[in-house]
């Protein structure tokens, strides 16, 4: 099918929940990706963070063929090895505790919201303070838990029991703190929200209060975590200025780039928590299937053989200095730890102005028209997510396409 055939599929029988770009994609390899016509893009999307190894990775492939001819399913009512072995290998990663298994991230936060609510039960507390301009998925509790409106209009009303407060401000946490708050939930690095890493103090500071006042320390690693960092979790890589700290958050909820492109959501919780969830409480059938589990337990092989944290640091640094040698008029700011990056655009560029489309989008479209692949994050902010083992002459590439879109602006 040509690309305009697949897109008018899409606006007859797709419900329009989306804003699309308007290419339709056939085929990906590594870093690249083609659409119906054959047209070639660098991929610093990664499907928003989730082909960590690139498209069409030959170990996924494999591993895929030979799970399904093994065992696809059996629900939760049973045990497989893929799902204990990859319990094993992200406890290992995280620290004493367990995990629960689902399918986005979405659902990973719920399961950290019904862990909170367990824990405060008894005592009427149910409370969960998150950030301004927060992400946490699009259930009816995780856009209650999303730090910005946009996301709530229409779906009123809210579910109850989550308040807001400015991000890597200890103070204002502190001071919204009330006799029904159970939990605190902060991303490591705000994705959605522009790319805004946590300061090590204000970590830190959250881990302290949350021991103080006897509160559950959450962090969303859904699309910071799977080394994209650098390090494992985006709180191990901020926490590297604070050498001996031994700072451990009491839950985390993590997706996207852990199935490499399948579809999984998990969260750990550290030990005296992780049986709070006990039998009958919380479930889901197609959590942890052994397919899925088998997929990412070769996607961390992969990353830990070939070192992809070391890889996402060395190019993340490497994207950075490119991008800071551009002298682009246009960049406000670069932020952003290893492979998840944000590059701040000047506010009033006269040629990112059209009636109801936000600057952002408007160079996303720009970029297209170079073949890169990128996604925004609010409204003046491009964010690059490329691929765990991009390699050093793609990333040249990718700079290369994204000057030659800013050389286009006015
Ligand atoms: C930080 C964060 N939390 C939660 C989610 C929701 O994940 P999913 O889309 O897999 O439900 C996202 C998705 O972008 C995210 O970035």
Not at 175 to 191: C, V
Request: aromatic share 8%; glycine share 12%.
């Amino acid at each position: 099918m040509k690309s305009a055939e697949i897109v008018d599929l899409f606006t007859k029988q797709v419900v329009p929940s989306y804003g699309r770009y308007p290419m339709a994609f056939v085929r990906g390899k590594g870093t690249r990706i083609w659409d119906a016509e054959g047209r070639e893009y660098l991929d610093f999307c990664t499907g928003i963070a989730v082909n960590a190894l690139g498209h069409a990775h030959p170990a996924i492939a494999e591993t895929l063929y030979r799970q399904a001819q093994t065992l696809i399913h059996t629900s939760n009512l049973y045990h497989t090895e893929p799902q204990g072995r990859l319990a094993g290998r992200l406890v290992a990663l995280m620290g004493d505790g367990k995990c629960f298994f689902c399918n986005s991230g979405g659902e990973a936060n719920e399961a950290l919201f019904k862990l909170a609510r367990k824990f405060g039960h008894d005592e009427g507390r149910y409370e969960i303070i998150t950030t301004l301009n927060s992400f946490h998925g699009r259930t009816l509790a995780g856009i209650a838990a999303t730090g910005q409106d946009k996301v709530k209009k229409g779906f009123e009303p809210p579910v109850d029991g989550f308040k807001h407060v400015p991000y890597n401000d200890l103070a204002a946490m502190e001071q919204a703190i009330g006799p029904k708050t159970i939990a605190i939930l902060i991303e490591g690095i705000q994705g959605e929200g522009g790319i805004h890493p946590a300061t090590p103090a204000y970590l830190r500071g959250l881990r302290e209060l949350c021991n103080r006042k006897k509160l559950l320390l959450l962090m969303d690693s859904v699309q910071c975590g799977m080394f994209r960092s650098g390090r494992f979790q985006s709180f191990q890589r901020i926490l590297e200025a604070c050498p001996g700290d031994d700072f451990l958050p009491d839950a985390v909820s993590m997706a996207k780039g852990l199935g490499g492109g399948v579809p999984i959501g998990c969260i750990w919780a550290r030990q005296p928590y992780a049986n709070l969830l006990s039998a009958g409480s919380h479930g889901t059938t197609f959590g942890g299937t052994p397919l899925i589990c088998a997929v990412a337990l070769t996607v961390l092989d992969i990353v830990e053989k070939e070192n992809l944290g070391e890889n996402a640091r060395r190019m993340g640094e490497h994207l950075k200095k490119r991008l800071a040698s551009l002298n682009s008029p246009h960049i406000k700011e670069i932020r952003g730890l290893g492979l998840i990056m944000g590059i701040e655009l000047k506010a009033g560029i006269p040629s990112l102005k059209a009636e109801g489309k936000l600057p952002s989008a408007l160079f996303i479209n720009r970029l297209h028209d170079q073949g890169l692949l990128t996604v925004p994050a609010g409204a003046q902010t491009i964010r690059f997510l490329p691929p765990l083992n991009l390699s050093l002459a793609e990333a040249d590439e990718g700079i290369d396409r994204f000057r030659k879109a800013l050389a286009g602006l006015q």
